[in-house]
């Protein structure tokens, strides 16, 4: 398992970035979802009826799918549902809710932009206004894939943006209720409606209207197959976040490192899903044989020990270099969602560090951690794509406006450059909007 695959990759990186290349190659062939080809036809064929028979066909899947009868009366969660809620989900928990929701708000607030104004004593004003997203869609998943920690991460910078209504969907249970947790999160994080359906059918609800359900600017949140696939296809009627991949988190380590504590944070993703990635690249031999043999210990003691066994055994890696910095470009390629950094000098490491969704730096800075309470986001880019995507945050949220303005001072001093600009181009109109202007003074 993870020990034979350390064992048939520890000498894979020769110490040099054409390996390292090769690595990153194999690694984006194993975790890029090709099989969703077959998925396509069956959620572009939900995407298609929602968007045809509106209501009547959401209610219709939502049956299908998720065994329970909807109308327009049930869709939407009362709020009688969301204080029964209260009473099924234990006071601590909640109270723990509330702590995590405050770091997460106090963070994201500091991300807030505001618009801005440039004037010149000729009269020109320059600017960019910032305005919130009017409407947004958040897809919560439920039974036992339902985070209420992800509800708090997708809504908290929405409504710090200032989006005026923060739309949430979650599939019901068997008895036609959202998931207790769910409900509360949502209502702790300040969710203005939220509805009772879920998977391909939700996003095309979200994305195109319905009689029920209001058409949004923008879906975030997480699901599975057919919900990354139904985003990606609404992606132009709607804006999205991004198409989710499994989870992944990469440690970069020297011999200082705690096994024990490596170990952890590698199966602490790996528990995810049978596709999740657990890759540990040390300088380290004896490290890695250490983690290696940590991690048969916690898997034998993990209720989800089957599950994490399987995805160590898909993706689960442990890279020796014979150098940090070939290390360190190792994990430039790999790009990981989570990346660790548990070395004796972290923050010098951090600064080489080009391409992560997150960085946790020093053995007590967990992953688990910012998935729960630090404040930073827990929405981060995977499959590679952190060399140019970025956690989801404020700016997600918002979209901004050029101002510009020229007095007749102004506009006087640069006409002509602007005129010829244009017919250099062959746009005569272009060029005939700026002369017009100035016919008086060419005594036209």
């Known amino acids: 398992m993870f020990k034979e695959m350390m064992d048939q990759i520890e000498e894979f990186l020769e110490n040099t970035p054409k390996d390292i290349y090769e690595f990153s190659i194999i690694l984006e062939d194993m975790l890029v979802d090709d099989y969703y080809e077959m998925y396509e036809e069956q959620v572009k064929a939900i995407l298609d009826n929602v968007k045809k028979r509106g209501d009547e066909a959401l209610f219709e899947y939502t049956e299908k799918f998720d065994g329970f009868c909807l109308d327009q009366q049930s869709v939407l969660v009362k709020e009688e549902e969301i204080e029964e809620a209260y009473t099924q989900v234990d006071r601590g928990l909640i109270e723990i809710i509330r702590k995590a929701l405050k770091n997460i708000e106090t963070y994201h607030e500091k991300q807030r932009q505001y618009s801005w104004f440039d ?15 009017d409407r947004v869609g958040v897809y919560v998943p439920g039974g036992k894939a339902a985070y209420p920690s992800s509800v708090l991460m997708n809504i908290v910078p929405a409504k710090t943006a200032g989006v005026r209504e923060i739309i949430m969907v979650t599939p019901p249970g068997k008895d036609g209720k959202g998931t207790p947790t769910t409900l ?29 359900i209001s058409k949004v600017d923008k879906i975030v949140g997480p699901g599975n197959i057919y919900v990354a696939l139904a985003k990606k296809a609404v992606y132009g009627h709607v804006s999205i976040d991004s198409i989710a991949g499994p989870s992944e988190i990469l440690v ?14 590698l199966l602490s993703q790996a528990e995810h899903d049978e596709m999740a990635s657990a ?29 994490i066994r399987k ?12 150098t940090m910095d070939e290390a360190i470009d190792a994990a430039n390629e790999i790009a990981s969602e989570h990346l660790e950094i548990m ?22 800075s967990s992953e688990p951690l910012g998935d729960y309470f630090a404040g930073p986001n827990h929405v981060l880019p995977t499959n590679g794509t952190a060399k140019f995507f970025s956690p989801l945050s404020v700016d997600d949220f918002i979209k901004k406006s050029s101002i510009i303005s020229y007095s007749r001072e102004a506009l006087e001093k640069i006409h002509s ?14 060029a005939n909007s700026i002369k017009v202007r100035f016919e008086s003074e060419r005594g036209e």
Not at 283 to 290: G, N, Q
Request: charged residues 25%.
């Open 119 to 133: 004037s010149k004593p000729d009269g020109t004003i320059l600017g960019q206004k910032v305005t919130a997203l």
């Open 184 to 212: 509360v999160a949502a209502k702790e994080a300040g969710a203005d409606k939220i509805y009772k359906v879920g998977g391909a059918q939700a996003i095309a609800a979200l994305a195109y209207g319905t009689e029920s």
């Open 252 to 265: 970069l380590a020297d011999e200082t490192a705690n096994p024990r504590y490596v170990a952890a944070d």
């Open 279 to 307: 890759i540990l690249v040390t300088v380290s031999m004896e490290l890695a044989e250490k983690v290696s043999e940590q991690t048969e210990l916690f898997i034998s003691q993990l209720s989800r020990g089957e599950i």
């Open 311 to 322: 995805s160590l055994d898909n993706y689960g890696h442990i890279l020796v270099a014979d």
């Open 343 to 364: 070395t004796a000098s972290p923050f010098e490491v951090m600064t080489k560090i080009r391409n992560a969704g997150a960085i946790f730096i020093g053995e007590n």
């Open 417 to 430: 450059d602007i005129e010829r600009f244009a017919e250099a181009e062959h746009l005569t109109a272009h």
